[in-house]
């Protein structure tokens, strides 16, 4: 039997030591100009008690840190969602601005 948290989950990814992971886990990303940015970005999420065996169908695996660092973290990458696509579609002059 597997067991899953029904509490809010946390991810902070940012390059500070002193919060989420002791690594530099920010994000980077670029323009449409192709300047480098990094952004410091936290989360949080829930599993509800009914959601758990669909989750377990889906990602075969009960470790929720290395879902979050690792699927859930990509996930921020859809085109729909990601800073880097949403960058990548804004000019320097309009992330000056900012």
């Known amino acids: 039997m597997l067991t899953y948290?029904?509490?809010?989950q946390r991810a902070i990814w940012t390059s500070s030591t002193q919060e989420g992971r002791p690594i530099n886990d920010e994000i980077s990303f670029q323009s449409a100009e192709g300047l480098?940015?990094?952004?410091a970005v936290n989360v949080s999420y829930e599993l509800t008690r009914?959601?758990?065996?669909h989750f377990y169908v889906k990602f075969r695996n009960d470790d929720l840190e290395n879902f979050?660092?690792?699927?859930?973290r990509d996930a921020v990458g859809t085109p729909s969602r990601h800073p880097r696509s949403i960058a990548s579609k804004?000019?320097?002059?309009?992330a000056r601005a900012s």
């Open 50 to 53: 009914e959601q758990v065996p």
């Open 36 to 39: 480098r940015f990094t952004a």
């Open 90 to 94: 804004i000019s320097t002059a309009c």
């Open 5 to 8: 948290p029904t509490y809010v």
């Open 68 to 72: 979050t660092h690792g699927f859930f």
